[in-house]
């Protein structure tokens, strides 16, 4: 590297398709316009200092090429996830890092994977979005946060104006256009939650011990799920297996352009979240049934990993003015993940190519 850099990794919503990554099963994310943005200058020594706007007066000073286990022990323990991609992307001189972001942390829009994928893409790592976001989610696992593939692969790999079919069992990924009418709001619970401390570990050894018996949930059916005799591991992989069902069910609904064919998908999904897979509380059940009484509404979830962050509403346009909800609100927008933006950069700078 030899000269600064400015890279900005968008957050995600996960329109429908939760907990199904660590099951080898399918999702529809978006990468959004709120992001977190890394500047990255080379200080020629063999240091990496990091500062954050959100931690004023703090810095770490990270030796270049770490301890293997050192990551998950740096403090601040902000700065974890910049050693442990440090780590692994072994920028090639020593660099400071300057972190900004729009987007809220701990909201569940995947301001952890935002701030990889940015720096994947700053420190040069080469590869196509599931090479960058499995070296994102190794990242997160060195620092003791067990996530699966979901939010990195859309952050590096979605597309402007599409959300992105994942299929984690092949790894092979889709462009679903969104609909021009169709209007999907986020709405921040203010709930919070912390990957390591929730119960999120618990689900995914729910569903690791489901799969011991009737094989990944992602591909198993109904009839799987019937045969599993614990009730508790029947309902996680209930949920799973259905959430499966309703990713194609909701991208096929979109295709054809019928949001409220979407929306009750979107509304079975939260049932699912909430009654099989628990992972919703009393006050985001609140939240997600009062948004979907609005007038021009059609479907209405939380999204991500649950136990707090934020709903996803799909409305008619404007049916939810995000000002007036008296909660931190957006209207989301499609963007390029980091990988998507680099390959346009690339080609406008190769300039226009021969026909054929
Ligand atoms: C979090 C994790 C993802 C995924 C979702 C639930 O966002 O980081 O890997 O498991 O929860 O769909």
Same mark, same amino acid.
């Given at each position: 590297?030899?000269?600064?850099?400015?890279?900005?990794?968008?957050?995600?919503?996960?329109?429908?398709?939760?907990?199904?990554?660590?099951n080898?099963?399918?999702?529809?994310?978006?990468?959004?316009?709120?992001?977190?943005?890394?500047?990255?200058?080379?200080?020629?020594?063999?240091?990496?200092?990091?500062?954050?706007?959100?931690?004023?007066?703090?810095?770490?000073?990270?030796?270049?090429?770490?301890?293997?286990?050192?990551?998950?022990?740096?403090?601040?323990?902000?700065?974890?996830?910049?050693?442990?991609?440090?780590?692994?992307?072994?920028?090639?001189?020593?660099?400071?890092?300057?972190?900004?972001?729009?987007?809220?942390? =701990?909201?569940?829009?995947?301001?952890?994977?935002?701030?990889?994928?940015?720096?994947?893409?700053?420190?040069?790592?080469?590869?196509?979005?599931?090479?960058?976001?499995?070296?994102?989610?190794?990242?997160?696992?060195?620092? =003791?946060?067990?996530?699966?593939?979901?939010?990195?692969?859309?952050?590096?790999?979605?597309?402007?104006?599409?959300?992105?079919?994942?299929?984690?069992?092949?790894?092979?990924?889709?462009?679903?256009?969104?609909?021009?009418?169709?209007?999907?709001?986020?709405?921040?619970?203010?709930?919070?939650?912390?990957?390591?401390?929730?119960?999120?570990?618990?689900?995914?050894?729910?569903?690791?011990?489901a799969a011991a018996v009737v094989g990944p949930l992602g591909s198993a059916g109904p009839e799987d799920v019937a045969g599993l005799?614990?009730?508790?591991l029947r309902?996680?992989a209930r949920?799973v297996v259905?959430?499966?069902?309703?990713?194609?069910?909701?991208?096929?609904?979109?295709?054809?352009?019928?949001?409220?064919?979407?929306?009750?998908?979107?509304?079975?999904?939260?049932?699912?979240?909430?009654?099989?897979?628990?992972?919703?509380?009393?006050?985001?059940?609140?939240?997600?049934?009062?948004?979907?009484?609005?007038?021009?509404?059609?479907?209405?979830?939380?999204?991500?990993?649950?136990?707090?962050?934020?709903?996803?509403?799909?409305?008619?346009?404007?049916?939810?003015?995000?000002?007036?909800?008296?909660?931190?609100?957006?209207?989301?927008?499609?963007?390029?993940?980091?990988?998507?933006?680099?390959?346009?950069?690339?080609?406008?700078?190769?300039?226009?190519?021969?026909?054929?």
């Amino acid at each position: 590297m030899t000269h600064a850099v400015v890279r900005t990794g968008p957050g995600r919503v996960n329109l429908i398709g939760d907990h199904t990554d660590y099951n080898l099963g399918l999702a529809l994310p978006v990468a959004i316009g709120l992001g977190v943005t890394v500047e990255v200058v080379p200080s020629g020594d063999d240091r990496v200092v990091v500062t954050s706007e959100a931690y004023p007066g703090e810095r770490a000073d990270l030796p270049l090429v770490p301890d293997a286990d050192s990551p998950a022990v740096v403090e601040p323990a902000w700065a974890r996830l910049v050693a442990a991609v440090v780590a692994l992307a072994r920028p090639s001189v020593g660099v400071s890092v300057h972190i900004t972001s729009t987007l809220p942390r =701990g909201s569940g829009l995947s301001s952890s994977a935002a701030l990889a994928v940015a720096l994947a893409d700053a420190f040069g790592v080469e590869g196509d979005a599931r090479v960058v976001a499995g070296l994102c989610r190794e990242a997160e696992h060195r620092i =003791g946060v067990p996530v699966g593939l979901l939010d990195p692969l859309v952050c590096a790999g979605g597309r402007a104006g599409h959300a992105l079919r994942i299929d984690f069992a092949t790894g092979a990924t889709r462009d679903v256009p969104l609909p021009a009418g169709a209007e999907f709001v986020v709405v921040d619970s203010g709930l919070r939650r912390d990957l390591r401390t929730s119960p999120y570990a618990v689900r995914v050894a729910e569903c690791e011990a489901a799969a011991a018996v009737v094989g990944p949930l992602g591909s198993a059916g109904p009839e799987d799920v019937a045969g599993l005799r614990d009730p508790v591991l029947r309902r996680r992989a209930r949920h799973v297996v259905s959430e499966c069902a309703r990713v194609d069910a909701f991208a096929a609904a979109l295709v054809r352009g019928d949001l409220a064919g979407a929306g009750a998908e979107m509304d079975a999904s939260h049932r699912s979240l909430s009654g099989d897979f628990d992972v919703s509380t009393r006050e985001l059940d609140a939240r997600v049934a009062s948004l979907r009484a609005l007038p021009g509404v059609h479907g209405a979830r939380v999204t991500g990993a649950g136990f707090g962050g934020c709903v996803v509403v799909l409305g008619e346009p404007g049916a939810l003015d995000p000002a007036s909800v008296g909660r931190p609100a957006w209207r989301i927008e499609a963007v390029d993940g980091t990988v998507t933006a680099r390959e346009r950069r690339g080609r406008a700078a190769a300039g226009p190519q021969p026909p054929g």
